[in-house]
């Protein structure tokens, strides 16, 4: 069992910045790839980015590409979402989520969540 908490949501402007952290439990972290999904009002939960164990290999949605930046550390059992330039469509609920081993970008193949953390961007 993996226990998965997400931290550092909050309000921001329209081109302010946020750092979203992750922080992981029960397991050996490196073991496990890392994603960011987020899911605002009536829509579905939908990838943002995701990165592999040794922090090589990330991948992301084009909405965010250039803007958010994700990254990790190992010997502190946490990842990072970096946003810059915020919009307001990137007001969601941000979820952090762990697989075995590789990298995914559908929701479905993660198999650990935490409870989420608000992003709201105001225009």
């Known amino acids: 069992q993996v226990h998965v908490v997400e931290s550092g949501g909050g309000l921001v402007q329209a081109g302010g910045s946020l750092r979203l952290s992750c922080t992981t439990s029960?397991?050996?972290?490196?073991?496990?790839?890392m994603g960011w999904f987020r899911q605002a009002p009536g829509k579905e939960r939908e990838f943002v980015t995701t990165?592999?164990?040794?922090?090589?290999?990330?991948n992301y949605a084009d909405s965010v590409k250039g803007r958010f930046t994700i990254s990790r550390d190992n010997a502190k059992n946490t990842v990072y979402l970096q946003m810059n330039n915020l919009k307001p469509e990137d007001t969601a609920v941000y979820y952090c989520?762990?697989?075995?081993?590789?990298?995914?970008?559908?929701?479905?193949?993660?198999?650990?969540w935490g409870q989420g953390t608000q992003v709201t961007v105001s225009s």
């Open positions: 029960g397991r050996t972290f490196s073991d496990y790839a």
């Open positions: 989520a762990a697989r075995p081993l590789a990298i995914a970008t559908t929701p479905a193949l993660y198999n650990y």
């Open positions: 990165i592999n164990w040794s922090g090589v290999n990330a």
